[in-house]
């Protein structure tokens, strides 16, 4: 999600491989969310990328990028799929059988729009164990989704229970970023595991929030209250500020389970 100056130092520094990444997600085009992007793209063909690489984004980045790999008269080795994006609605934009991607339109002063990705209900796992041969296929698929095995007259002959574990569970992610102060977020990342809220500034600058089309941390921390999520990240502060402790501190009034984001964190989320 995003694609900021450090993306291919950090993804090297912390580990990550590049060449895995299937879709890029981006939210707007000031320079902060996307001046990383032509760098990785033309890293991703000198390593002999062949997949396609989808990237989502509001209206006008194909046009950037492509009068850059112009000047640079370097042909890439993989196709680049743009999808842009009127910003204005909510859209689905990813639909499998794993998980789905849906936009949040978000107010800053430009096209911008936020991403939550939900993961879709996994089959409960069978214990393997536990079968034997006497169950028919069928037996399988109805322990498998989630039910018992009942005969014609309605008698349990295998209770699920004795025969699955818990389904894993499902998380979901929104993240949200640039955006001044906007309720009608809550009913579309309602409910989510984990959301990333920018928090650029602190109470005493306001009305530097106001102009900018930015939030505090006070404005992240009550729409996590109101979406009633489980867990809030906050980012993007300004440079102005030298100690992030004053954003916990101010984030707690309206919402208690908040964090700061840092770059490399790594955030371990368990079932409920
Ligand atoms: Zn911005
Ligand atoms: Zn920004």
């Known amino acids: 999600m995003d694609c900021g100056e450090g993306v291919q130092f950090q993804s090297l520094r912390f580990g990550l491989n590049i060449q895995k990444l299937d879709y890029i997600f981006v939210s707007h085009l000031h320079g902060d969310h996307v001046f990383g992007l032509i760098g990785l793209i033309s890293t991703l063909s000198m390593w002999d990328r062949r997949k396609k690489l989808k990237i989502y984004s509001p209206h006008g980045l194909k046009k950037t990028i492509d009068a850059q790999l112009d000047y640079n008269k370097a042909p890439l080795n993989y196709e ?3 999808v842009e ?4 609605e909510s859209h689905k934009i990813i639909d499998n059988d794993h998980f ?3 936009t ?3 107010e800053h002063g430009i096209a911008c729009m936020g991403y939550v990705v939900k993961e879709k209900p996994r089959p409960r796992n069978l214990i393997k164990e536990y079968l034997h041969e006497g169950m028919k296929i069928s037996h399988i698929r109805t322990l498998k989704r989630g039910e018992d095995v009942v005969d014609h007259v309605g008698k349990v002959i295998y209770k699920n229970e004795d025969f699955t574990l818990p389904e894993s569970p499902i998380y979901s992610y929104a993240y949200l970023s640039d955006t001044k102060y906007l309720e009608t977020v809550v009913p579309i990342i309602e409910g989510v595991s984990v959301l990333y ?3 650029t500034f602190l109470e005493e600058h306001r009305s530097r929030a106001d102009t900018t089309y930015h939030s505090t941390v006070m404005d992240a921390a009550m729409i996590a209250k109101l979406a009633k999520v489980d867990k809030l990240i906050i980012g993007h502060f300004s440079s102005r500020y030298e100690s992030l402790e004053k954003f916990i501190e101010e984030g707690e009034r309206n919402f208690e389970a908040i964090e700061l984001a840092f770059d490399g964190k790594k955030i371990v989320l368990r079932a409920q």
Do not use: C, Q, R, S
């Open 85 to 88: 994006l009127d910003t204005t």
């Open 104 to 106: 949040v339109p978000l």
């Open 100 to 102: 789905e991607v849906v």
């Open 80 to 82: 680049l799929d743009f």
């Open 197 to 199: 809220h920018e928090a």
